[in-house]
């Protein structure tokens, strides 16, 4: 079982940045791969960000590669967001997930593990 509690979102102007942590309970956590989701009011969730178990490989979302940066610490169980240069459509909830088996996926469908989301909201 793993339990995962996100942190660090909150209000911001465009342009600006935020970095939000994602913190896993457990002693497994090395061994999943992590993702990072968003769902904006009125629509579906979708995939932002995932890194592999060891974090070697990444992998990300055309709406936001070379804006967002996804980062892992096995040491401190910790997956991270790191967003700059946000825009408004930016805004949603984003979500944190895990996936046993180590492999980056897209499909949230596959994510074993989920937090509970943290809103992020990008003004104009």
């Known amino acids: 079982q793993v339990q995962l509690v996100e942190s660090g979102g909150g209000l911001v102007q465009a342009g600006g940045s935020l970095r939000l942590s994602c913190a896993a309970s457990g002693r497994t956590f090395s061994t999943y791969a992590m993702g990072w989701f968003r769902q904006a009011p009125g629509k579906e969730r979708e995939f932002v960000a995932g890194?592999?178990?060891?974090?070697?490989?990444?992998y990300y979302a055309d709406s936001v590669k070379g804006r967002f940066t996804i980062s892992r610490d096995n040491a401190k169980s910790t997956v991270f967001l790191q967003m700059n240069a946000l825009k408004p459509e930016d805004t949603a909830v984003y979500y944190c997930a895990a996936r046993r088996g180590g492999g980056i996926a897209l499909d949230q469908q596959t994510y074993d593990y989920w937090g509970q989301g943290t809103q992020v909201t990008v003004s104009s």
């Open positions: 890194i592999s178990w060891a974090g070697g490989s990444t």
